[in-house]
């Protein structure tokens, strides 16, 4: 299993972001897709999460500003997180997750900074 992440950059307080990862590889249909982030000096916390059933589970700190969705096509899954009015405590590296089985799959993480 492989996971590629991209779209992380700098903005700018109040613009828009979106991230895309590419899980690819053989796994199980049933799975969770999600987004986690650590900014500097602290913990690796959820952002989202998308199951393979459509289930989504959003963190408060995010909550009403950002979108996460996926494409399921048949040799890739993708998910996608829509981040808008970005505020500069936004700023961390953001790392897809796939959780399949009792497994956890992690990308190589993009960072965001929100700076003016």
């Known amino acids: 299993v492989q996971l590629q992440a991209s779209g992380g950059g700098l903005v700018q307080p109040g613009d828009s972001l979106r991230l895309s990862c590419a899980a690819s590889?053989?796994?199980?249909?049933?799975?969770?897709l999600g987004w986690y982030r650590q900014a500097p000096g602290k913990q690796r916390e959820l952002v989202a999460t998308?199951?393979?059933?459509?289930?989504?589970?959003?963190a408060d700190s995010m909550r009403g500003r950002c979108t996460i969705s996926r494409e399921n096509d048949k040799n890739t899954k993708t998910v996608y997180l829509q981040m808008n009015n970005l505020k500069p405590e936004d700023t961390a590296v953001y790392y897809c997750?796939?959780?399949?089985?009792?497994?956890?799959?992690w990308g190589q993480g993009t960072l965001v900074t929100v700076s003016s």
């Open positions: 590889g053989s796994f199980f249909r049933i799975n969770v």
């Open positions: 997750n796939l959780k399949v089985l009792r497994n956890d799959f």
């Open positions: 998308v199951s393979s059933g459509g289930s989504i589970n959003y």
